[in-house]
Protein backbone atom coordinates (compact mmCIF):
# COMPACT_ATOMS: atom_id res chain seq x y z
CA UNK A 1 0.00 0.00 0.00
CA UNK A 2 1.20 3.62 -0.76
CA UNK A 3 2.26 5.45 2.37
CA UNK A 4 -0.25 8.14 1.80
CA UNK A 5 -2.76 5.67 2.00
CA UNK A 6 -2.02 4.52 4.80
CA UNK A 7 -1.62 7.97 6.17
CA UNK A 8 -5.00 8.62 4.82
CA UNK A 9 -6.37 5.36 6.49
CA UNK A 10 -4.70 5.28 10.00
CA UNK A 11 -6.02 9.18 10.43
CA UNK A 12 -9.57 8.30 8.87
CA UNK A 13 -9.79 5.39 11.28
CA UNK A 14 -9.06 7.29 14.51
CA UNK A 15 -10.35 11.26 13.30
CA UNK A 16 -12.29 11.33 16.53
CA UNK A 17 -10.21 10.34 18.97
CA UNK A 18 -8.07 12.90 18.17
CA UNK A 19 -10.57 15.47 18.41
CA UNK A 20 -10.82 14.77 22.22
CA UNK A 21 -7.20 13.65 22.71
CA UNK A 22 -5.69 16.01 25.67
CA UNK A 23 -2.12 15.86 24.14
CA UNK A 24 -3.71 17.34 20.99
CA UNK A 25 -6.22 19.85 22.32
CA UNK A 26 -4.00 21.24 25.35
CA UNK A 27 -0.76 23.28 25.42
CA UNK A 28 0.94 26.39 25.83
CA UNK A 29 2.37 26.12 21.88
CA UNK A 30 -1.74 26.52 20.98
CA UNK A 31 -1.81 29.95 22.77
CA UNK A 32 1.85 30.59 21.68
CA UNK A 33 0.08 30.49 18.08
CA UNK A 34 -2.36 32.36 18.60
CA UNK A 35 -0.78 35.12 20.12
CA UNK A 36 1.59 34.97 16.61
CA UNK A 37 -1.47 35.50 14.44
CA UNK A 38 -2.68 38.25 16.79
CA UNK A 39 0.82 39.95 16.39
CA UNK A 40 0.80 40.32 12.47
CA UNK A 41 0.46 43.41 10.85
CA UNK A 42 -3.10 42.47 9.71
CA UNK A 43 -5.54 39.81 10.64
CA UNK A 44 -3.96 37.02 8.46
CA UNK A 45 -4.78 34.16 5.80
CA UNK A 46 -4.01 31.11 7.59
CA UNK A 47 -3.22 27.55 6.18
CA UNK A 48 -2.46 24.97 8.84
CA UNK A 49 -1.13 21.66 7.11
CA UNK A 50 -1.64 18.57 8.34
CA UNK A 51 -4.25 19.85 10.63
CA UNK A 52 -5.85 16.43 12.14
CA UNK A 53 -8.84 17.43 14.37
CA UNK A 54 -8.03 21.34 13.92
CA UNK A 55 -6.89 22.33 17.00
CA UNK A 56 -4.03 24.57 15.42
CA UNK A 57 -6.60 25.65 13.35
CA UNK A 58 -9.06 26.61 16.54
CA UNK A 59 -6.16 28.16 18.30
CA UNK A 60 -5.53 31.37 15.69
CA UNK A 61 -9.30 31.88 14.12
CA UNK A 62 -9.72 34.52 16.69
CA UNK A 63 -7.39 36.06 15.25
CA UNK A 64 -7.19 35.07 11.60
CA UNK A 65 -8.93 36.61 8.70
CA UNK A 66 -9.95 33.36 6.90
CA UNK A 67 -8.01 29.37 8.00
CA UNK A 68 -7.82 26.62 5.82
CA UNK A 69 -7.28 23.66 7.29
CA UNK A 70 -5.26 21.08 5.19
CA UNK A 71 -5.12 17.19 5.38
CA UNK A 72 -4.94 14.29 3.17
CA UNK A 73 -7.99 12.29 5.47
CA UNK A 74 -11.11 13.78 4.31
CA UNK A 75 -12.73 11.74 7.88
CA UNK A 76 -10.50 14.46 9.52
CA UNK A 77 -11.49 17.35 7.75
CA UNK A 78 -15.59 16.55 8.34
CA UNK A 79 -14.27 16.50 12.04
CA UNK A 80 -12.98 19.69 11.99
CA UNK A 81 -15.68 20.97 9.67
CA UNK A 82 -18.29 20.09 12.43
CA UNK A 83 -15.86 21.22 15.23
CA UNK A 84 -15.66 24.65 13.40
CA UNK A 85 -19.72 24.69 13.39
CA UNK A 86 -20.35 23.87 17.36
CA UNK A 87 -17.55 26.52 18.41
CA UNK A 88 -18.76 29.05 15.80
CA UNK A 89 -15.91 29.66 14.04
CA UNK A 90 -17.30 30.40 10.75
CA UNK A 91 -14.28 31.42 9.26
CA UNK A 92 -12.22 28.02 9.04
CA UNK A 93 -13.01 26.35 5.41
CA UNK A 94 -11.39 22.94 4.42
CA UNK A 95 -9.44 21.33 1.95
CA UNK A 96 -8.15 17.89 1.10
CA UNK A 97 -4.58 17.12 -0.30
CA UNK A 98 -0.87 16.22 -0.44
CA UNK A 99 1.31 18.79 1.45
CA UNK A 100 4.04 18.20 -0.87
CA UNK A 101 1.61 19.54 -4.13
CA UNK A 102 -0.49 22.05 -2.48
CA UNK A 103 -3.43 23.01 -4.65
CA UNK A 104 -2.87 26.97 -3.65
CA UNK A 105 -1.44 30.48 -5.72
CA UNK A 106 1.97 31.31 -5.07
CA UNK A 107 1.93 34.01 -2.05
CA UNK A 108 -1.62 33.26 -0.96
CA UNK A 109 -1.32 33.01 2.51
CA UNK A 110 0.32 35.09 5.43
CA UNK A 111 1.16 32.75 7.84
CA UNK A 112 1.34 28.80 7.48
CA UNK A 113 1.46 26.27 10.50
CA UNK A 114 1.68 22.58 11.24
CA UNK A 115 1.36 21.33 14.03
CA UNK A 116 1.92 17.59 15.14
CA UNK A 117 1.97 16.65 11.41
CA UNK A 118 4.99 16.78 9.54
CA UNK A 119 6.48 13.10 11.26
CA UNK A 120 4.00 11.74 8.54
CA UNK A 121 5.33 13.55 5.32
CA UNK A 122 6.70 11.18 2.92
CA UNK A 123 9.21 14.11 1.56
CA UNK A 124 9.63 17.01 3.88
CA UNK A 125 11.86 18.81 1.77
CA UNK A 126 9.07 19.16 -1.13
CA UNK A 127 6.50 20.78 1.37
CA UNK A 128 8.53 23.06 3.08
CA UNK A 129 8.98 23.93 -0.86
CA UNK A 130 5.89 24.37 -1.33
CA UNK A 131 5.17 26.29 1.49
CA UNK A 132 7.31 28.68 0.72
CA UNK A 133 5.89 28.81 -2.45
CA UNK A 134 2.42 29.89 -1.09
CA UNK A 135 3.71 32.21 1.84
CA UNK A 136 4.00 36.07 1.36
CA UNK A 137 7.48 37.19 1.23
CA UNK A 138 6.73 38.76 4.81
CA UNK A 139 4.84 35.97 6.16
CA UNK A 140 5.88 33.28 8.95
CA UNK A 141 5.88 29.92 8.87
CA UNK A 142 5.57 28.02 12.41
CA UNK A 143 6.44 24.25 12.83
CA UNK A 144 5.34 22.50 15.63
CA UNK A 145 6.46 18.52 16.21
CA UNK A 146 7.80 15.98 17.84
CA UNK A 147 11.56 16.10 18.03
CA UNK A 148 14.06 13.34 17.99
CA UNK A 149 17.15 13.53 20.79
CA UNK A 150 20.36 14.08 19.12
CA UNK A 151 21.21 10.86 20.82
CA UNK A 152 21.56 8.26 18.14
CA UNK A 153 20.76 5.32 20.69
CA UNK A 154 17.39 7.67 21.85
CA UNK A 155 16.48 8.27 18.44
CA UNK A 156 16.30 4.52 17.52
CA UNK A 157 14.16 3.49 20.53
CA UNK A 158 11.56 6.65 19.41
CA UNK A 159 11.71 5.99 16.02
CA UNK A 160 11.08 2.11 16.67
CA UNK A 161 8.23 2.91 19.27
CA UNK A 162 6.59 5.24 17.24
CA UNK A 163 6.51 2.68 13.71
CA UNK A 164 5.31 -0.36 15.74
CA UNK A 165 2.44 2.26 17.56
CA UNK A 166 1.37 3.75 14.05
CA UNK A 167 2.59 2.42 10.64
CA UNK A 168 1.93 5.78 8.99
CA UNK A 169 5.06 6.90 10.89
CA UNK A 170 7.82 7.84 8.77
CA UNK A 171 10.09 9.75 10.85
CA UNK A 172 10.54 12.10 13.80
CA UNK A 173 13.55 14.64 12.97
CA UNK A 174 15.87 15.98 15.70
CA UNK A 175 16.09 19.55 16.16
CA UNK A 176 19.27 19.91 14.00
CA UNK A 177 17.66 18.34 11.04
CA UNK A 178 14.66 20.41 10.98
CA UNK A 179 17.08 23.92 10.99
CA UNK A 180 19.06 22.32 8.05
CA UNK A 181 16.08 21.51 6.02
CA UNK A 182 14.58 24.85 6.78
CA UNK A 183 17.94 26.23 5.46
CA UNK A 184 17.72 24.33 2.45
CA UNK A 185 14.46 25.06 1.76
CA UNK A 186 15.42 29.25 1.67
CA UNK A 187 14.23 30.06 5.50
CA UNK A 188 15.86 31.96 7.95
CA UNK A 189 14.57 30.13 11.23
CA UNK A 190 14.73 30.03 14.97
CA UNK A 191 13.98 27.60 17.86
CA UNK A 192 12.00 29.06 19.83
CA UNK A 193 10.95 26.35 22.58
CA UNK A 194 11.43 22.78 23.37
CA UNK A 195 8.73 21.22 26.13
CA UNK A 196 8.25 17.17 26.98
CA UNK A 197 4.56 15.81 26.46
CA UNK A 198 3.59 13.02 28.67
CA UNK A 199 2.46 9.71 26.65
CA UNK A 200 -0.33 7.67 28.92
CA UNK A 201 0.69 4.47 27.79
CA UNK A 202 -2.90 3.10 27.19
CA UNK A 203 -4.56 5.89 25.86
CA UNK A 204 -1.56 6.59 23.49
CA UNK A 205 -2.00 2.98 21.93
CA UNK A 206 -5.88 3.12 21.83
CA UNK A 207 -5.65 6.63 20.34
CA UNK A 208 -4.52 4.69 17.20
CA UNK A 209 -6.11 1.59 17.58
CA UNK A 210 -2.62 -0.26 17.74
CA UNK A 211 -2.54 -3.90 17.76
CA UNK A 212 -2.17 -6.21 20.49
CA UNK A 213 1.13 -7.81 19.08
CA UNK A 214 1.81 -4.51 18.78
CA UNK A 215 1.19 -3.03 22.00
CA UNK A 216 3.06 -6.56 23.71
CA UNK A 217 6.18 -5.68 20.59
CA UNK A 218 6.68 -1.71 21.92
CA UNK A 219 6.30 -3.05 26.22
CA UNK A 220 9.18 -5.10 25.44
CA UNK A 221 11.42 -2.52 23.49
CA UNK A 222 10.92 -0.04 26.45
CA UNK A 223 11.29 -2.35 28.93
CA UNK A 224 14.32 -3.95 27.76
CA UNK A 225 15.76 -0.20 26.79
CA UNK A 226 19.29 0.47 28.28
CA UNK A 227 18.78 2.74 31.59
CA UNK A 228 19.89 5.57 29.90
CA UNK A 229 17.36 5.28 27.15
CA UNK A 230 14.78 4.53 30.21
CA UNK A 231 16.07 7.77 31.84
CA UNK A 232 15.48 10.01 29.12
CA UNK A 233 12.15 9.27 28.11
CA UNK A 234 11.50 8.37 31.91
CA UNK A 235 9.61 5.88 31.32
CA UNK A 236 7.09 4.30 34.14
CA UNK A 237 5.81 1.27 35.63
CA UNK A 238 3.04 0.99 33.12
CA UNK A 239 5.14 1.68 30.26
CA UNK A 240 4.22 5.52 29.94
CA UNK A 241 6.75 7.84 29.05
CA UNK A 242 8.06 11.12 27.69
CA UNK A 243 8.63 12.41 24.21
CA UNK A 244 10.35 16.11 22.97
CA UNK A 245 8.26 18.82 21.57
CA UNK A 246 10.17 21.89 19.76
CA UNK A 247 8.40 25.03 17.88
CA UNK A 248 10.14 26.67 15.07
CA UNK A 249 9.10 30.12 13.39
CA UNK A 250 10.70 30.18 9.65
CA UNK A 251 10.38 33.60 7.66
CA UNK A 252 10.84 33.34 3.68
CA UNK A 253 15.20 34.22 3.73
CA UNK A 254 17.66 33.67 0.55
CA UNK A 255 17.07 31.49 -2.33
CA UNK A 256 17.30 28.25 -1.45
CA UNK A 257 20.67 26.35 -1.49
CA UNK A 258 21.26 23.63 -3.14
CA UNK A 259 21.72 20.30 -1.78
CA UNK A 260 25.19 19.31 -0.62
CA UNK A 261 26.79 16.36 -3.39
Not at 67 to 76: G, K, N
Amino acid sequence: MQQQAVVARQFGNTASAYLTSSVHAHGADLAHLRALAAALPARPVVLDLGCGAGHASFAVAPAASSVTAFDLSPEMLNVVASAARDRGLDNIGTRQGNVASLPFDDAAFCMVITRFSAHHWLDVPAALREVRRVLKPNGVFVVIDITAPETPLHDTTLQAVELLRDGSHVRDYRPTEWTHMLGTAGYTSERVSDWKLPMQFDDWTARMRTPAERIVAIRSLLRGAPEETRRYYAVQDDDSFTIDASLFIARPGAAAASSPA
